[in-house]
């Protein structure tokens, strides 16, 4: 009884050393093997889509992957040379009618001042004026204190935002090559894609190779459900957002739907960071009318997108919207803003893990050992 007490403690030490082995190493190893993680999830992709064009044409089958490599590239570049102009003809738009807006803000700014601030000035010099002399000093003091918080918290701030335009151009060749290494991996990993699963599978054992192909299905089904999911909920935004604004007559509907479905993607963000200040601007240059408008078309938006969000994902991916929302909670907390995607995708390879077997045959290895 005891022999088997003791073989069950050492399986589950080696099993827990492995595990623990194989997050260290891939968290460690990700800098430097990331373009060839995307190449992978992108070759799991389009492997189908090669195959099935290969077996219609009969081309060989380096030349179907890189029509399908440049298939992709034309297309994203189509979509950017689209944004583009629009973005082009949007800024044009703004560069004609901005001055005019710039000047309704200023004279509501004017008039905030001469009725306001004004006023306010003369009751309170008028009330520092009755002050002691020690009185004035110390007051004075704790302004100009004040004021050079202000002005170091500003050239602080600056000196920041200044900071990050070389860093931002510093990770323009960084980028480029990720890109460059990752679309050459993808083209060899997808053209031998066939000769490196015959050498897998004489390397590793055939379970191994079985659970690795499930695990991989799994998560190329969770990650087209995902792309599937998000494209779907952008253009269900994008669609209501040009429907109100083509209601309310507003122009350039279409840029500005587009960037609300872009920044509606981005977490902390959403489309209340183009509607909020849209609307309280209506409001003070007295469209009301307008702002009435967008603030009822923000709400249906944001209804919209709070119900459809939960569904649509735990549909497209087959996760549980409650588990999901943990996982989210969870990656925030532990790595920040990259916890909002390491979550949920942690979820997913948790998920394929258990789809595929894994999790039950190393508790039939670590509760039996080794079966014949």
């Known amino acids: 009884m005891n022999h088997t007490y003791m073989a069950i403690f050492l399986r589950s030490l080696m099993m827990i050393s492995i595990a623990v082995f194989a997050v260290v190493f891939l968290y460690q ?16 992709l389009i492997h189908p889509v090669v195959c099935k064009i290969e077996e219609i044409t009969g081309m060989p089958r380096g030349f179907v992957v890189v029509i399908v490599l440049l298939l992709f590239l034309v297309l994203a570049a189509g979509f950017i040379t689209l944004l583009v102009a629009e973005i082009i003809s949007g800024s044009a ?10 000047d309704q803000i200023i004279g509501i700014v004017e008039r905030f001042f001469t009725d306001k601030i004004l006023p306010l000035y003369h009751d309170v010099t008028a009330q520092f004026n009755t002050l002691q002399a ?7 003091g704790q302004i100009q204190a004040l004021g050079d918080e202000a002005a170091a918290k500003i ?50 054992p055939a379970k191994w190779m ?17 792309m599937k999911a998000q ?12 429907i109100g604004l083509i209601i ?33 601007y209506s409001a003070m240059t007295g469209n009301l009318s307008l702002a009435i408008g967008l603030g009822i078309l923000y709400i249906v938006v944001l209804i919209q997108r709070q119900i459809s969000e939960p569904k649509v994902l735990s549909k497209s991916i087959g996760l549980n919207p409650l588990a999901t929302l943990v996982a989210l909670f969870v990656g925030l907390k532990w790595f920040g803003f990259l916890g909002l995607v390491i979550g949920p995708a942690s979820l997913v390879v948790w998920q394929a893990f258990r789809n ?7 508790y039939q290895y670590i509760r039996y050992g080794m079966q014949k």
Do not use: N
Not at 231 to 242: C, D, R, S
């Open 231 to 242: 494209l779907l909920l952008v253009a269900m935004t994008i669609g209501l957002v040009i």
């Open 93 to 102: 738009y703004l560069a004609k009618v901005l001055p005019g807006h710039l």
């Open 248 to 280: 309310l007559k507003v122009e350039h509907a279409l840029v500005i739907a587009l960037c609300i479905g872009f920044v509606d993607l981005l977490p902390y963000i959403g489309s209340g960071t183009v509607f909020l200040p849209w609307i309280i």
């Open 356 to 362: 595929a077997g894994v999790f039950s045959d190393i």
């Open 155 to 204: 050239g602080t701030f600056l000196s920041k935002t200044l900071e990050l335009i070389p860093a931002f151009l510093g990770l323009l060749p960084d980028a480029a090559a990720t890109l460059l290494f990752s679309a050459l991996a993808t083209f060899f990993i997808t053209k031998d894609w066939f000769t490196l699963k015959k050498y897998g599978s004489r390397i590793f």
């Open 210 to 226: 079985q659970h690795t192909r499930a695990i991989l299905s799994e998560i190329k089904k969770a990650i087209t459900g995902f």
């Open 29 to 44: 190893s990700f800098p430097f093997l990331y373009p060839f993680w995307i190449a992978l999830i992108v070759s799991c």
């Open 134 to 140: 020690g009185q004035k000093e110390s007051i004075l």
